[in-house]
């Protein structure tokens, strides 16, 4: 899941220097990959040639870029390639505390990348079944996760039916602790 960049409005007063918008999209292109890596509160370490090939640019045209993102403190910028985004924090926002799946074709995307679960699998009619009740019954991805992890640590296949298996131990477990706290 990529997550969302909120801008502030006058932000093309603040990046665009000189008439130059390909400072604006550089400048958007380090926001993205500090978007892609949220837990990394906005730092970003790249060796100096990653950063010339990512921001497509010359030397001295990177050098100009980072010191005017420094002067409009977008950015901040040190001599060993450590880029950090300035206001990282208002501009992309804390991921929701969990993730609901709203339909069946979601769980199978997140199985297919997260797990690396087989189209065949996960084309199953009973697979799709269980998909369409995971969602019926607001199974969150975070949900999927643990199951996953207790698979793993139960020495489980990662199949849908296992997962299965494990979200109905955690449901209940959860369950049992809210009865008795």
Request: hydrophobic content about 50%; proline content about 6%; charged content about 20%.
């Amino acid at each position: 899941m990529s997550a969302a960049l909120l801008l502030p409005s006058d932000l093309s007063m603040q990046v665009v220097f000189q008439g130059q918008l390909l400072t604006l999209g550089r400048y958007l292109r380090v926001l993205e990959l500090a978007a892609q890596r949220p837990a990394l509160g906005g730092v970003i370490s790249l060796p100096w040639s990653d950063w010339l090939s990512l921001l497509d640019c010359t030397d001295t045209a990177l050098r100009d870029f980072f010191a005017a993102m420094q002067r409009a403190r977008l950015l901040g910028f040190d001599a060993d390639g450590v880029v950090t985004v300035l206001n990282f924090a208002e501009l992309i926002p804390a991921p929701p505390a969990y993730f609901l799946f709203t339909d069946a074709q979601q769980v199978a995307n997140w199985c297919a990348i997260e797990l690396g679960a087989p189209p065949s699998v996960l084309s199953d009619p009973h697979t799709q079944q269980l998909f369409r009740r995971w969602v019926a019954t607001h199974v969150t991805r975070e949900e999927l996760e643990a199951a996953a992890q207790a698979a793993v640590a139960n020495s489980q296949s990662l199949s849908p039916a296992a997962l299965h298996e494990q979200l109905q131990v955690i449901r209940k477990d959860r369950i049992e602790k809210a009865r008795n706290p």
